[in-house]
C-alpha cells in the first residue's frame, strides 16, 4: 500500500464538513472553473491527501448529489490532481436484513454495483449492473474493526421493489448514490480505489429514508469523519 | 446562428454509423486515453463537425450507454475539442398518448428533465428532475417539418409506473437515456446544446421497448441521420 497522493471525492458540503475540519484541509476555491466542485488541499504525515465535493448547484442551491454529478467530479479531479488512490468517503443507507445499524461505517469490498441501471439486452443488462471490482480492504477494515459489504448505487435517494431485487441479486449491504460512478472512471485510469460509507437509515425499516437521513445525517458524518481519519492513518503508517 | 464548431455527442456505435458515414467523417482513435471515447472529425460547408461515441465497456463489449457515460463523453469532449455548439442525437421511446409514432425525430425544446432521479429533500427534489433549458429549436423544426418536445432522460431502457408518472408532470414526449446529462454539462460551460431523437418504439403500448428497439434501430437510426444531417445543413445555411 504505497500511496503518495490520496483524493477524497465527496458530494455534500455537509457530510465533508467534520473531515475538512479536523484535518486542516484548505480550501482553494474552484477545481477546475467553470466546474462547481470544491478543491481542498492538504496533508497528513507523509501523504498528500485532497479533497474534492461536487459544490452547488446553481439553480437550486443544493449540494450535486447523485451519480452524474460523481462522474464529473472523479474525472476532474483525476485530470487536475493525478491521484493514485481514490476514496468516496459518504453518508449510506443500510439493511436490517443484512446487519446493518445506524452509525456503522462500511468499506466497500469486493465490488460496487448499480441498482436502477435495467437494460434488458444481451450484454447491456450485465454492463447496466457495472459490478465494478475495487481495492481490497480487507485489511484496513480487520485492522480497525470496520464492515466491508458490496456497495449499490442509484440515483434516488428512495427506493422501488426492482431496486431491492437488484440489491439482494448480488448481495448489496449499502444504499447510496455515487460510488459506482466514481469506481467506473476510477478504473478506466487504473486508479486504486474503494468507498467508506457510514449509516444513516435502514432501508428496510419502516421509516422513510428522507426522514432518518436528515435525522441521522450530523451524527452519522461525525462517525464518517472519525473513521476515513483513522483509514488514512492507516495507509500513512503501512507504506511498505 | 453563428456555429462554427459542433460537437455531436453519440452513445451508440450503431446509432452513430450512417451518421459517420454520410458525413465522411475521419476515425481519429480515441478522443482522451485511456478513456473510452472514440473521435470523428468533419467539415460540413463551413462548419467543423465532429462526432464523439461513448465507446465500448472493455467488460462486457457493449456500448457505453446511458447517463454516467455521457457526462464523462460531455465533459471530454468540451475540454479537447472547444465546441460552439453541442447536439446530442440519439435514438429514444416516444409516447402514443402524445401522438408520437416509430420514426418519429424530435428536436428537444423547451427543456430536457430526468425521470428516476427521485430525491424528496426540500430543493434536492428539483434539483432531481434538473429541467434543463436547452437551445431554442423551434425555427430549426419549423423550418424541417420536425416535432419538437420535452425529452426525459433516465438510466434505464425499461420504466416503472414512477418513471411515466414523473415525465407526465413535466409533459416528456421522448424517453431516452442520455439528454439531461449532456444538457447539465454544457449548461455549465454555457454552451448551446439540444437533442435530435429518432424514434425507435412507443412506451405506451404494450410491445416490451426492448423488442420494438431492436427491431426499429437500424430504421430509426437511417431516419436519425437523414434528420441530423439537413439540421446541420440548415445551421451552415443559417450563419447570420
Given at each position: ?11 455534500m458540503?455537509?457530510e465533508a ?20 466542485m ?33 462522474i ?17 468517503p459518504?453518508?449510506a443507507?443500510?439493511?436490517m ?7 456503522d461505517v462500511?468499506?466497500?469490498?469486493p465490488m ?8 434488458p ?6 454492463y447496466?449492473?457495472?459490478s ?20 449499490s448505487t442509484?440515483?434516488?435517494l428512495?427506493?422501488?421493489q426492482?431496486d431491492?431485487d437488484m ?6 449491504v ?15 485510469y ?5 468507498a ?15 426522514e ?8 452519522a458524518?461525525?462517525a ?6 483513522r483509514?488514512i492513518?492507516?495507509l500513512?503508517?503501512h507504506?511498505?
Open positions: 500500500m504505497k500511496f503518495k497522493r490520496i483524493v477524497l471525492i465527496m458530494a458540503e455537509d464538513r467534520s473531515i475538512i475540519h479536523e484535518l486542516n484541509l484548505i480550501h482553494k476555491g474552484k477545481l477546475l472553473s467553470p466546474l462547481p470544491a478543491f481542498y488541499e492538504g496533508k497528513y504525515k507523509s501523504l498528500n491527501v485532497d479533497l474534492v465535493t461536487s459544490g452547488k448547484c446553481y439553480k437550486h442551491n443544493v449540494d450535486h448529489i447523485g451519480p452524474q454529478a460523481a464529473l467530479n472523479t474525472a476532474s479531479a483525476i485530470g487536475q490532481l493525478h491521484p493514485d488512490l481514490i476514496i468516496n459518504g453518508t443507507g443500510g439493511f436484513s443484512a446487519g446493518g445499524n445506524i452509525g462500511y468499506l466497500s469490498y460496487i454495483c448499480y441498482h436502477d441501471r435495467r437494460i439486452l444481451p450484454g447491456f443488462d450485465a447496466g449492473v457495472g465494478y471490482y475495487c481495492f481490497d480492504t480487507r485489511e484496513i477494515a480487520n485492522s480497525l474493526g470496520l464492515k466491508t459489504g458490496v456497495v442509484g440515483s434516488s428512495d427506493y422501488i426492482k431491492l440489491i439482494k441479486s448480488y448481495g448489496g449499502v444504499k447510496e448514490m455515487e460510488a459506482a460512478s466514481i469506481a467506473w472512471v476510477a478504473d478506466l487504473k486508479i486504486p480505489f474503494f467508506i460509507k457510514s449509516i444513516t437509515d435502514l432501508v428496510d425499516n419502516s421509516t422513510p429514508t428522507e432518518e437521513f436528515l435525522k441521522n445525517l450530523e451524527s458524518s461525525f464518517l469523519s472519525r473513521e476515513i481519519i483509514v492513518d492507516f500513512a503508517n507504506q511498505e
